[in-house]
Structure formats: structure tokens, C-alpha cells
């Protein structure tokens, strides 16, 4: 398999996103005294306390007001500091929309908001915490940023160009531990897509610390059956790298997108949108189908809403399949 990036050894150990968050937050404040960080009530969960013991006085505990601390944030932007609210991302979403739309984004201000926990990755907490909709709420959002990192490289690079880039943004981050897929040298860009791996047979445009991984996993499946499958880390959703879907579009004449969220709405719709626009080919979306998140762990949701690798490969086969059929009736 052909691939087009380092890839990160093999023996190198798991760090846990939040940890790998909070200490890219502390080094960029040493470096920048307008970046302040806000929390919910969530501070441990999300790792954040590493930044409160070292700078104490640049960080607020709102306590459980989610809302509020999105509209103290754009109070504090206002002053013409960096704020970096951070909750899950059930209440990111839903609790504080009307506040970050109205507050930070209409205001024109520079808001930093992260939600954790994205889809299956909230587990035990069940239906209610569980959000397969905050992409889609976020997409309807003007001139708004919204990114998903797949690993701790990636992470690090463009929590450090969202912090750069003056406006409002959605950085939606994976907690807990992932092996890192890049190697240290790689280089990224808010909203340019990551070409992992080169196939000609079927592209899989994923996004996210889950679905990035099972897309590679699934692109080896596939090449020992003799399918080649290209690879894109879609780590910035909107803007969506439109000419690389059409450019992989082109190339393979087929795209199946995979996403820890709602089909509706998310990446899936992002990329059908640019599709339907430039250059229709058959699409296939591996994501959450209209349903609503459950308890469990996360290997058993994964399975239980078909965002695996194994599923990917069902779905790339029958792309192939139709694009085959396609070509054979247009002959």
C-alpha cells in the first residue's frame, strides 16, 4: 500500500488527546498572555488542569453553565483576548448554540470553542451525552471553522493555526488514548484534507480520531483483495477541501465518506454537496443512520452503528460494484 505520509512508529504509546490538548494550550500561553482557557465543571475531564496549575490567573471555572461561559468568552474576545471555552460536546452544541452563534460568530469575535467526547466516544454516558448532530448544527454557522483532529501530530498543528487565525471556531477532540498515525515531521493545514494513502479504486474521505484509523485499516483489507483505496484525513470540515474531492473524485470514481456523526449533515453531506455541485460519482456514507446514541463501550458501538473498518470494506465493495455497473451503461 501505497502511502503518501510518515507514519508514526509503530511501539510509540497512546497518549491520551486531552493531556496532549491542555499541554499545547500551556506551551502556546507561554508564547501568547491573550490566550485564556474556560471550563464547565469539567476541568479533569477534559484535561485542562495542567493549564489552571500553571497559569491560574488565565483560567475560569464558569461551573455547570455552559451557555454562560460561551457569552464570558466573547466578553473576554471582546477585551481582545484568545479564549478557549471546553466542555462536551453534547453541551458545546446544543446548550450554548443561540450564545455562540449570536455572542461570538454574528459579533465577529474570536472564540475557540472545543466540545469532547464527539459521538460514539462519549460511551458510558449514554444517549444524552452521546452527540451525532453538533457537526450539523455547527455547518449552518457563517465563516465559522470546524475541525477534527485524528491524532495527537495532528492535534497539536492545528490547535496552534485555529489559536493564529483570528474567528470563531469548533474543534471537535477525542479524550481519550489514540495511537498516533502521523509521524512528527508531517504538516498540516486548516482546511486542506491529509492524503494518507494513494489508491484508484474507491476514495474513503474520513474524519476523526475513530474513523481515520478503521479507514486505514480498511484500505489494507481492501488491498489484499486486490482493491486499491485512496485515503483522505478530512481533519477540517468546513471549509471543506472541495478541489481535493473532486481532484480524488476524479481519480477513483467513487467516494464513500466515514464519520462519528449523524450522516446528515456532517462530512457526509459536506462532501455530497461538493458532489452534486462538480462532479457527481457514486457516494456511499458510513456514519450514524438517523438514530440515537445508546450506553455502551466504544468497541461495542462502534460495532453496533457500523463505524468499523469491516463495514468500510461492505461499502467500498459495492461502491466498485456500482461504478462498475454505471460505466458499463454509459458504454
Known amino acids: ?27 502556546m500561553a507561554e508564547e501568547d498572555t491573550r ?29 455547570v453553565a455552559e451557555a454562560n461561559m460561551v457569552g464570558i468568552s466573547a466578553g473576554l474576545s471582546a477585551t481582545g483576548l484568545i479564549p478557549f471555552p ?48 453538533d457537526i450539523g448544527l455547527m455547518r449552518t ?9 485524528a491524532d495527537p501530530v495532528s492535534l497539536r498543528a492545528l490547535l496552534r493555526q485555529i489559536a493564529e487565525r483570528y474567528g470563531s471556531s469548533y474543534l471537535r477532540l477525542h479524550r481519550k488514548p489514540i495511537t498516533p498515525i502521523y509521524g512528527e515531521s508531517e504538516t498540516f493545514e486548516l482546511g486542506r484534507g491529509k492524503v494518507i494513502v494513494e489508491g484508484e479504486d474507491v476514495t474513503i474521505i474520513a474524519a476523526g480520531a475513530i474513523l481515520v484509523a478503521e479507514a ?15 485515503v483522505i484525513d478530512m481533519h ?22 466515514a464519520e462519528n456523526h449523524q450522516v446528515q449533515g456532517g462530512l457526509g453531506s459536506a462532501v455530497a454537496e461538493v458532489l452534486t455541485e462538480r462532479y457527481p460519482v457514486p457516494q ?26 469491516e463495514n468500510l470494506t461492505v461499502q467500498a465493495r459495492a461502491l466498485i460494484a456500482s461504478k462498475s455497473t454505471k460505466q458499463g451503461a454509459e458504454q
Open 1 to 27: 500500500m501505497k502511502y503518501r505520509i510518515e507514519r508514526a512508529p509503530e511501539a510509540e504509546k497512546a497518549p491520551e488527546m486531552r493531556a496532549v490538548y491542555s499541554d499545547e494550550l500551556t506551551r
Open 284 to 309: 456511499r456514507r458510513v456514519g450514524i443512520q438517523d438514530e440515537f446514541g445508546e450506553v455502551g463501550t466504544q468497541e461495542y458501538l462502534q460495532e453496533r452503528f457500523g463505524l468499523t473498518a
Open 216 to 230: 486505514i485499516r480498511a484500505a489494507e483489507i481492501l488491498e489484499a483483495e486486490g482493491i486499491a483505496a485512496s
Open 86 to 133: 471546553a466542555t462536551f460536546t453534547c453541551f458545546a452544541a446544543r446548550r450554548t448554540f443561540d450564545q455562540f452563534f449570536i455572542s461570538a460568530n454574528y459579533a465577529k469575535l474570536n472564540v475557540k470553542l472545543t466540545g469532547s467526547d464527539p459521538g460514539v466516544a462519549a460511551a458510558f454516558n449514554g444517549g444524552t451525552h452521546m452527540s451525532f448532530e
Open 236 to 257: 477540517t470540515i468546513k471549509p471543506i477541501d472541495a478541489d481535493l474531492v473532486v481532484e480524488y473524485a476524479r481519480r477513483t470514481g467513487a467516494i464513500l465518506t
Open 35 to 63: 490566550i485564556v482557557v474556560l471550563d464547565a465543571d469539567l476541568m479533569r475531564a477534559n484535561g485542562t488542569e495542567s493549564f489552571k496549575a500553571r497559569f491560574p490567573e488565565r483560567t475560569f471555572d464558569v461551573g
Open 141 to 149: 454557522i457563517p465563516r465559522i471553522v470546524i475541525c477534527e483532529p
